[in-house]
């Protein structure tokens, strides 16, 4: 496709659920990028891939959290036993080489998350 | 780690004026690049302009353009002839010799008619 997809738009669960969600980079683009925007708030970075290095985890919150990417394909970003202050919209962001600052993030229309 | 920091949780103009969005960010680092990026009620961020820390001149994007103080480390975003479609929640973003983007917590623009 021509921009970031994710799925789906919307997830509504119960606590205690686990859930994934999905994103579909911009083809060719080596780095991604998991956010957590609360309601209301700024992004909160959650992890981000580059190609096939070791993610950057730093910013998964708790262990509850994981993500994978194979190669510059998909990746997907599990909540296990979701809790209610996991509900937020959940943006993706892919772009095309890490090692280049200036380039920019193209974003995904993210996934909103309510957890019951 | 930086810091981006926008104080203006809420601002308004009058369709066809000139608003100006701020923002300040706290980094050590000589080596940036700024952005503004715009998130519309539809979720889709979209990026806006860019800046680069290394040059002095400002960005400009059509009626979009910036006024980066490097010393002072604020970057503002200047819109010019708003229209009804500026509406949107606007987030100032920096990104450094690292690969992670801070954000700020964003400023809402209302666009009246």
């Known amino acids: 496709g021509a921009g970031v997809s994710q799925s789906p738009s919307n997830k509504v669960t119960e606590k205690g659920k686990d859930v994934e969600l999905r994103c579909d980079p911009i083809?060719?683009?080596?780095?991604l990028y998991w956010y957590r925007q609360r309601l209301g708030q700024g992004l909160e970075f959650l992890i981000y891939f580059q190609g096939n290095s070791a993610p950057d985890k730093s910013g998964l919150p708790s262990d509850r959290f994981s993500a994978e990417r194979t190669g510059e394909s998909v990746s997907t970003l599990t909540i296990q036993r979701t809790q209610q202050e996991d509900s937020a919209v959940y943006l993706c962001?892919?772009?095309?080489?890490?090692?280049?600052?200036?380039?920019?993030?193209?974003f995904g229309p993210g996934t909103r998350l309510t957890v019951l | 780690a930086q810091t981006v920091t926008q104080s203006q949780p809420e601002m308004s103009v009058q369709e066809a004026e000139t608003v100006t969005l701020s923002c300040t960010y706290d980094?050590?680092?000589?080596?940036?690049?700024l952005f503004w990026y715009k998130q519309p009620p539809s979720r889709q961020m979209i990026l806006v302009i860019r800046?680069?820390?290394?040059?002095?001149q400002n960005a400009t994007e059509n009626r979009f353009s910036v006024n980066f103080q490097k010393a002072a480390k604020s970057f503002s975003l200047k819109i010019s002839d708003s229209q009804l479609g500026d509406a949107a929640m606007y987030f100032c973003a920096y990104r450094g010799t690292g690969n992670q983007f801070y954000f700020g917590t964003g400023t809402s623009l209302t666009v009246i008619p």
């Open positions: 800046q680069e820390a290394y040059k002095q």
């Open positions: 083809s060719g683009h080596t780095a």
């Open positions: 980094t050590s680092e000589s080596d940036y690049y």
């Open positions: 962001a892919s772009s095309l080489e890490v090692g280049l600052k200036y380039n920019e993030q193209f």
